[in-house]
């Protein structure tokens, strides 16, 4: 993997990149939707395509259950087998496996060689390990693999953190050391590399942020994600501020992943601190649920409102998509309260074309230095560089 830094802000930490893959190139700042298990939820790979996703996200605790590595390898790997044909990046289950894992019958279990957990289908026990996971995305044939992190439940004490960062620095060289001696780098036919990432943890607290930052960065890895952050309960202020407090320690030559953050608001703010990568089901889970964006204020909606059984104006009178330019809130409204599983599909497109294309604006205003002057009204609740007044929104 290659990751090039195009340009850089003098008043933010955004940048513009491009990252090459064996499958091909990105731009970043880039937003991967998810497909968990293989697809994103209701869309078809042309349709991903026509909202120019340049990249998307695979699940390795879902694909490892259901239908497992080796039959998607025989299939030719995740693009062949899926008939996406750009760039995949999978995360290494951890976190799934530690939730989802904890079945009525069984719970999971973290220690420090990896987790125990049950499958949640059938409740067959399964282990794993910083190495198994990578053989696992190995036959899963991604782009760039994630490694296995221990990442606490939000609410439990520093100490658990501290624990938690200790493994997942223990964990990453157990990654890399596997890496290098199964020369996962290289795809099976030819000598295009792939790419492995490690993760920071640590929490809200501040030097367990830069203990983590510190041993992760002190590794080969192509890129740097930043975990544990993504956490409702938490609340806006925690997250930017355990993003905030190492933003300008990350490895400018390396590309940034803030995992599991998909807002609108988010979005723009993590770009200012440097962001260069994320993934959320947000937009495809909020669709499900009725809800969609309105590109004025990024406002969430909810289609089920009764005010819309009568308004025969498009979904969101701002956004050129197909949806948009065919379909009116009446009808959409009555799709979903009916059960038709094409509102699903209709919300899920919008919701998916404005972050994408918030992303495209994003590139488009760092390229032409009005990145701040643009998003100005987002960035005021941010911590970054206030005390010298050069990175600050409100400078």
């Known amino acids: 993997m290659q990751y090039k830094v195009r340009k850089t802000l ?14 091909g190139k990105f731009n970043t700042p880039a937003f991967m939707p998810v ?6 939820k209701t869309l078809s790979p042309w349709e991903l395509e026509e909202l120019d996703a340049e990249i998307i996200l695979g699940n390795t605790y879902h694909l490892h259950i259901r239908p497992g590595e080796e039959l998607i390898n025989n299939g030719g790997g995740l693009q062949k087998w899926s008939s996406w044909n750009k760039p995949i990046l999978t995360d290494s289950g951890g976190y799934q496996a530690y939730s989802l894992g904890a079945t009525r019958q069984n719970s999971a279990k973290t220690t420090d060689e990896g987790v125990k957990f049950s499958s949640h289908i059938d409740g067959k026990k399964l282990f794993f390990t910083p190495e198994s996971v990578l053989d696992i995305q190995h036959k899963l044939g991604s782009d760039i693999a994630m490694v296995l992190d221990d990442c606490p439940p939000i609410e439990t004490d520093k100490a658990r953190v ?17 890496w290098q001696k199964q020369n996962y780098a290289f795809s099976k036919n030819s000598n295009e590399t792939r790419a492995l990432f490690g993760i920071i943890q640590g929490g809200v607290h501040e030097d367990l942020r830069k203990v983590s930052l510190e041993a992760i960065q002190s590794l080969p890895f192509d890129g740097i994600a930043i975990g544990g952050v993504a956490i409702e309960s938490e609340g806006k202020e925690k997250i930017n501020f355990a993003v905030d407090s190492i933003a300008q320690l990350l490895d400018k030559n390396r590309p940034h992943y803030l995992m599991g953050v998909g807002e609108p608001e988010d979005l723009i703010r ?43 104006g498009p979904l969101d009178p701002d956004c050129s998509c197909k949806i948009c330019k065919n379909f009116s809130r009446s009808y959409l409204r009555h799709l979903y309260v009916s059960g038709e599983t094409f509102a699903l599909r209709a919300l ?5 074309a404005l972050i994408l ?10 390229e032409s230095g009005q990145f701040t002057n643009k998003y100005q009204r987002y960035l005021v609740h941010l911590k970054y560089g206030r005390e010298e007044g050069r990175h600050s929104a409100r400078s």
Request: charged share 25%; proline share 3%.
């Open 348 to 352: 899920s497109y919008h919701n998916l």
């Open 162 to 178: 501290a624990i938690g960062v200790k493994r997942t620095s223990d964990w990453a060289k157990r990654s890399m050391d596997y």
């Open 270 to 312: 993590m770009v200012h601190l440097g962001m260069d990568m994320f993934d959320c089901v947000i937009p495809t889970r909020f669709a499900r649920h009725g809800a969609f964006w309105l590109k004025d204020g990024y406002k969430r909606v909810s289609i089920e409102n009764s005010k819309y059984r009568d308004d025969f």
């Open 35 to 40: 497909g968990t298990q293989g697809a994103v």
């Open 10 to 23: 003098p008043d933010s930490l955004a940048r513009l990149g491009e990252v090459t893959t064996p499958s």
């Open 357 to 366: 294309g918030l992303m495209q604006e994003i590139r488009e205003s760092i």
